[in-house]
């Protein structure tokens, strides 16, 4: 039998059957592929550095064994998230990983402009706010005279979205996990 080429020089795919051919690929495999691709490709972490640094627990190396934890899950047009449970978390694995949809996962990206807390931008000689809802709409939320008024009202806004937001999880880790994300959101992210 011929050796299989590891999967970014550590995934071992250990199916036992075909996981890709020119024209379809297996669900599992692409979820596990894509995994490997943000922990241990150079070309993605030079893309998106918040990757850097991530890796994948010994188990999840094998296709296998991701996958087994993968069919337990509701991960049917949702995605992987490793940090929704603990903020900063840069560990994949069954203990840390769970899957979300899309907008779930997209609210809880917080990009800052350059020496600005998230959700502020400068506007002529004063502040602006906006936040994404939780329908995944950006919100103007006013002008204010000093950054950290403006990031105050983004994480008010925040908060309040979070509440929605996590009434609609079917996961309770999650629906707790976000509204501890805002309601300590200093803590986490000072």
């Known amino acids: 039998m011929k050796e299989k080429k590891l999967i970014f020089g550590v995934g071992i795919n250990d199916a036992d059957y075909i996981t890709r051919t020119s024209s379809w ?3 599992f495999f692409r979820k596990w592929k894509d995994m490997l691709c943000r922990c241990y490709s150079k070309y993605e972490n ?10 994948v627990v010994p188990e999840w190396l094998y296709f296998s064994k991701f996958k087994i934890w993968m069919e ?3 991960w049917e047009g ?5 940090d929704i449970l603990f903020p900063e978390n840069k560990e994949y694995g069954p203990d840390t990983c769970v899957f979300v949809s899309a907008l779930t996962n997209g609210f809880i990206v917080e990009k800052s402009k350059p020496n600005l807390p998230v959700g502020v931008s400068k506007h ?17 939320l006013g002008v204010y005279e000093t950054p950290e008024l403006a990031h105050k009202a983004w994480l008010d806004y925040k908060l309040e979205q979070v509440h929605i937001l996590s009434s609609e999880q079917t996961d309770e880790r999650v629906a707790k996990a ?3 994300r ?5 803590e986490y992210f000072g």
Request: aromatic content about 14%.
């Open 25 to 27: 690929t297996c669900p």
């Open 46 to 55: 030079t893309r998106h550095p918040t990757y850097i640094g991530c890796y």
């Open 72 to 74: 337990s899950q509701p």
């Open 78 to 82: 949702n995605t992987l998230d490793k």
């Open 124 to 140: 002529k000689s004063k502040y602006q706010a906006r936040c994404g809802d939780s329908q995944g709409d950006q919100k103007y």
């Open 178 to 180: 976000l509204i501890d």
């Open 182 to 186: 805002y309601e300590n959101y200093k």
